[in-house]
């Protein structure tokens, strides 16, 4: 039940290995969230990270465990798992609305404009899209053709009729609850299935376009990500095809 002290916006960033950019960019979201005047919390769900990064989350934490806004937690298991940190993350979510963000990106301009989206009622589910038209995608190119490359790919095999399943989203907690629970896939492909599983669903979900620049570039290599990529997309045909 939602108590005074229960924040309107969780927005949850899994992080790994990111003890170069996670203290200047908490701190920075922070503060560019201020003039909006939201009462939210950030989780950081980590996993597997070999730097300082659990103890630079934690450090955050603890300096804002008590704010009113923008109470900052961390939650940390086990091996590298995008998918895993992002689902546990969401599912400790107390927030009306649930913001996925990623920690190089940090776009408020998106927050803002989905919970704008999702408060008009226009719709349950809000996309970001670096492929849509209006997109910026400052990435090198090779990474921007292997997202277009990636999303045919689930058009093909899935019948997506988006543009794009990977980065930032936006939601209803409780519309996109029952579906984050019942993905069967991790790792980096799990985004791709609560994408896929919302519209085969029936939520009402909206693509706006985004501008994508990076802070840092990918820690891993987009070729060693190829083969996992592959068998989870695998995977996730035979979860959604055959296994429903
Ligand atoms: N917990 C967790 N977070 C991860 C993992 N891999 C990446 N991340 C985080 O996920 C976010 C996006 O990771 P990037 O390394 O920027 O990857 P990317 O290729 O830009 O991501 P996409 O284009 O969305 O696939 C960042 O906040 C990372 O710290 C992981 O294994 N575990
Ligand atoms: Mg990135």
Redesign the pocket.
């Given at each position: 039940m939602a108590t005074s002290d229960t924040p309107r916006i969780s927005i949850v960033?899994?992080?790994?290995n990111?003890e170069a950019i996670l203290h200047a960019a908490i701190v920075d979201v922070r503060e560019r969230l201020k003039p909006l005047g939201w009462t939210y919390e950030i989780i950081l769900?980590?996993?597997?990270s070999k730097d300082r990064t659990i103890e630079i989350g934690r450090e955050l934490a603890a300096k804002y465990g008590d704010a009113q806004d923008g109470q900052v937690k961390i939650i940390s298991m086990g091996e590298?798992?995008?998918g895993k940190?992002l689902k546990q993350g969401i599912l400790l979510s107390r927030g009306d609305l649930v913001i996925c963000d990623?920690?190089?990106l940090c776009d408020v301009d998106f927050h803002r404009r989905a919970v704008d989206i999702l408060e008009s009622g226009e719709a349950d589910l809000v996309i970001g899209s670096k492929l849509a038209h209006g997109a910026e995608d400052d990435r090198p190119a090779i990474?921007h053709v292997a997202?277009i490359a990636y999303s045919s790919m689930l058009k093909v095999l899935l019948g997506f009729r988006g543009t794009d399943t990977?980065?930032l989203k936006a939601f209803r907690r409780l519309a996109l609850l029952d579906i984050v629970r019942s993905c069967l896939v991790d790792k980096?492909v799990f985004a791709s299935e609560l994408v896929i599983r919302a519209d085969r669903g029936g939520v009402r979900t909206k693509e706006i376009p985004v501008r994508v620049i990076?802070k840092r570039p990918?820690?891993?290599n987009l070729f060693k990500r190829v083969p996992n990529v592959m068998k989870s997309v695998l995977k996730l045909t035979y979860a959604i095809r055959v296994r429903g």
């Open positions: 960033i899994p992080i790994y990111e769900a980590e996993n597997g590298p798992n995008y940190a990623e920690i190089d990474r997202s990977h980065g980096d990076e990918p820690s891993i």
